[in-house]
């Protein structure tokens, strides 16, 4: 009994599960959520507990709790997809989120062995391991096709501070984050060791820091804004569940309600110029539509179209392949354009590797939740501007693609950017609404307004500054008509985006292996001194 309870209390004292703790509580600062606070104490006691670790090994332990539990909470909404149809898919659902937070959780524990390596001092590690973590947030959004999702920086969207992003990126409002949850950890540390001096000119700076970003950004939201278009949109939200959205019973009866939607009278008898459906929104292929675009575009008035449909053509060898698009119909309902998806959700839209393979045995299981073939979807060419005359050149994003700042540059600026998505795939809590807080950090970042249309919501028009004009809620069916909102400037981010980042990133992690490297074999020397 006296054993059980010792190895209790050694359990509850392990700085891996107070590194978890935090690391959870962490989570919290990003959307529904929002409690950014929170983030930044739960950071820097995760900071506290990686400056203490004995070693790397005991500090990579530490970081990957702590990003497993984070990730964990935040990434939750990645088991939904599996329960759209559970008899085939449920049981993958704890084993897809287990792996998710903790492959994740690799960039923290990584992160957190290096600073532990590189430096002895508590207060150095400190800062060094938000240097790394800070690399590692930039690495994520590139490596294995990337994933920028749940990065520290999107604590700030519903905040004034969200406005750097126009200078910085995402990136930069991580460096914030992290920034700040070091600096509470540094002034911890300086108040425990009776160090009050150093501990106010900590407070100092971080004060300055975040004072001076809150009053740029509220100034930057309370200016004069440019005036909104002379193109009404209207964005049309059915409401299709996704566990219903193709059965057969209900396929058409949802198609129908898009044309109902289309066709309804404004409010103000202000006809739409464009009216814009969402991802994967007809039931039918761009290649055989039958009736179905000649009936969507009558519905529209001699408005413009953009809806998104599935498309096939010959692939080589033979086969058939199948694309995610975005097909603009002009005023008489002749395809105008078209835009194929071109960065594909793994597993969700392909299955990398094993795709091909899944389709020559005939494993279903194995195949994308999205994809209409086993093989998974084809990526498109890349980013492309739509050049739609007198209504602007638009750059459509297709879900996805909305969430990497580098998929929005092109060499012509946009007039605008479009996202087409259906988001009935992320559930009703949590994704949603991380997925249209990024949308909103696009805005910021180009100075663009975004025009959003998600099949169960939210379907949003975004100003240039990020906030929402008009909006129509998580789950509901009907449609929003707007103006479109004016242009901005271009940001410095739109002409720099991370270039500058990444070079500072680079120069400062080599030149803290330079130091752990010389402060290692010092250590060394220091140690065979003494046995002789």
Request: hydrophobic share 55%.
């Amino acid at each position: 009994m006296v054993r059980v309870r010792q190895r209790s209390l050694a359990f509850l004292r392990a700085p891996a599960l107070h590194a978890a703790l935090a690391g959870f509580v962490s989570a919290l600062g990003q959307a529904p959520w929002g409690l950014w606070p929170l983030t930044l104490v739960a950071l820097a006691v995760v900071m506290l507990v990686v400056a203490r670790a004995p070693g790397p090994s005991a500090g990579f332990w530490c970081g990957w709790a702590a990003g497993a539990a984070g990730f964990g909470l935040a990434m939750v909404w990645i088991i939904e997809p599996f329960f759209v149809e559970p008899d085939r898919h449920a049981w993958m659902a704890p084993f897809a989120l287990i792996l998710m937070a903790g492959g994740l959780a690799l960039f923290w524990g990584l992160a957190a062995a290096f600073a532990v390596w590189a430096v002895r001092a508590m207060v150095a590690r400190l800062w060094l391991f938000a240097l790394g973590m800070l690399a590692m947030e930039a690495l994520r959004g590139h490596i294995f096709t990337g994933l920028p999702w749940a990065m520290l920086g999107h604590i700030w969207i519903d905040t004034p501070l969200a406005q750097l992003a126009a200078l910085s990126g995402a990136l930069g409002l991580s460096a914030l984050a992290l920034g700040l949850s070091a600096g509470v950890a540094t002034l911890w540390l300086r108040l425990r060791r009776g160090q009050q001096v150093r501990a106010v000119l900590v407070g100092l700076v971080m004060l300055a820091v975040a004072g001076g970003g809150w009053f740029w950004g509220h100034a930057r939201l309370e200016a004069p804004g440019p005036e909104d278009r002379a193109l009404r949109l209207r964005l049309v939200q059915p409401n299709a569940p996704q566990a219903l959205k193709w059965d057969r019973h209900f396929a058409e009866m949802f198609y129908y309600r898009h044309l109902d939607l289309t066709a309804a009278a404004s409010a103000d008898g202000r006809a739409p110029d464009v009216v814009i459906w969402s991802e994967t929104s007809v039931p039918f292929f761009l290649d055989n539509p039958m009736d179905g675009l000649r009936l969507a575009s009558e519905a529209a008035g001699g408005a413009a179209l953009i809806l998104g449909i599935q498309r096939r053509e010959a692939g080589p060898g033979g086969g058939v392949q199948y694309f995610n698009s975005m097909a603009v119909l002009d005023a008489a309902g002749d395809l105008e354009a078209v835009y194929d998806k071109h960065h594909l959700v793994p597993f969700g839209e392909y299955v990398p590797v094993l795709g091909p393979l899944a389709e020559w045995l005939g494993l279903d299981w194995v195949s994308g939740f999205a994809a209409q073939a086993l093989a998974g979807y084809t990526a498109g060419p890349g980013p492309r501007l739509l050049d739609l005359g007198e209504r602007g050149r638009v750059l459509p994003l297709i879900c996805y693609e909305a969430i990497f700042p580098r998929h929005l540059r092109t060499a012509q600026r946009p007039d605008w950017i479009l996202q087409i998505t259906n988001d009935a795939w992320f559930g009703e809590w949590i994704g949603p609404f991380q997925h249209l807080a990024q949308t909103r950090l696009r805005a910021i970042e180009q100075g663009l307004p975004v025009v959003r249309a998600a099949n169960t919501g939210v379907s949003a028009v975004i100003d240039a500054r990020g906030q929402i004009a008009q909006a129509l809620g998580l789950n509901e069916m009907g449609h929003v008509d707007a103006d479109l909102p004016g242009v901005l400037e271009p940001t410095i981010y739109s002409r720099f985006s991370d270039t500058l980042w990444h070079l500072l990133l680079l120069a400062g992690v080599l030149a803290a292996l330079v130091r752990g490297l010389r402060e290692n074999r010092l250590t060394r020397r220091a140690q065979r001194a003494s046995r002789i």
